[in-house]
C-alpha cells in the first residue's frame, strides 16, 4: 500500500488530506505534538476503513521529528507523500506575538523561520533519500497566501512564509526529471468558522482535493486557494 506522511496534522487540513489519500487505498501517518489529538484522528479515519498511525514529534524538536517520519517509513515500508501543514497551536510559536513590517525585529521573524521553513527542510531531509533512490514521490507544503501576497499585518510571519515557498519553488526544479514532485499549496481563506470577519472562509474538505492533483497531475509547481 502506498503511504502518506503528514507533519502537522490536525481535524481541519491535516484530517481532510488524510481522508483524501485514505480513500484512495493510502496508509496514513500522522505526525504532531499532542499524542491523544493524534489518537483521536486515528481512530476517526479507522473508523472511515482508513489505516492511520500517530507518531508524535515537535517539529521544533528537529531530531524528534527526522525519527517520527523514519519510525513511519518502518511501520508503513516508506513514505511516498510528505505532506508539510504544522499549525502553531498551544506550542511556544502560538504565544509569539504578531508585528508590521516597520515594527519587525530580527528576532520577531525568527522563530517563525524556524517553524516553517526549517522544520520543511527537516522534514524534506529525512524522507528525500528513499525517495532519490525509488525514483519517484511526491513532497507538499502547505503555506499561507501571505506568502505570495503579504498583508501588513502578519509583517513578521510573511517573510518566514515567503521564504518557505521560495526554497520549495527552487526544490521543485531541483528535483525536476528525477520522478519527484515537490509543490506548495498556499491557502487564502480562514478555514472552518471563526475567523475575523474581515477575512474569507473556506472549508478543509473543498481545498484536499489540491493536494491530491498535485501529487497526480504532476505539472504544477503551485496552487493558491482563495475561496
Known amino acids: 500500500m502506498p503511504s502518506i ?17 485514505g480513500s484512495r487505498g493510502y496508509d496514513v501517518a500522522l505526525i504532531a505534538r499532542n499524542r491523544a489529538k493524534l489518537d483521536d484522528l486515528v481512530g476517526r479515519l479507522a473508523a472511515e476503513g482508513i489505516t492511520a498511525a500517530a507518531f508524535p514529534a515537535d517539529v521544533l524538536d528537529h531530531d524528534a521529528l527526522t525519527q517520527a517520519l523514519k519510525d513511519a517509513a518502518t511501520r508503513f515500508g516508506g513514505i511516498d507523500v510528505l505532506e508539510h501543514s504544522p499549525s502553531p497551536g498551544n506550542g511556544s510559536i502560538s504565544s509569539m506575538a504578531l508585528t508590521s513590517p516597520s515594527q519587525t525585529s ?6 517563525w523561520i524556524d517553524f516553517l521553513l526549517h522544520s520543511a527542510i527537516i522534514a524534506t531531509q529525512a524522507v528525500l533519500p ?7 514521490g511526491t513532497l507538499l507544503f502547505t503555506n499561507g497566501a501571505g506568502s505570495v501576497d503579504p498583508t501588513p499585518m502578519l509583517g513578521n510571519v510573511n517573510p518566514a512564509q515567503a521564504a ?5 519553488l527552487n526544490l521543485h526544479k531541483e528535483l525536476a526529471g528525477t ?3 515537490a509543490a506548495h499549496v498556499a491557502i487564502g481563506v480562514w478555514i472552518g468558522a471563526g475567523g475575523p470577519p474581515e477575512i474569507p472562509t473556506g472549508e478543509a474538505e473543498d481545498i484536499a482535493p489540491l493536494y491530491w492533483d498535485l501529487h497526480t497531475q504532476r505539472d504544477e509547481v503551485e496552487r493558491v486557494f482563495t475561496g
Not at 530580527?106 to 522563530?111: E, I
Open 5 to 21: 506522511a503528514i507533519v502537522g496534522a490536525g481535524p481541519g487540513m491535516g484530517l481532510a488530506i488524510a481522508r483524501t489519500f
Open 106 to 111: 530580527p528576532s520577531d521573524v525568527q522563530g
Open 179 to 181: 520522478g519527484i514532485q
Open 164 to 168: 518557505l515557498r521560495n526554497w520549495v
Open 130 to 136: 528513499a525517495m532519490r533512490e525509488a525514483g519517484a
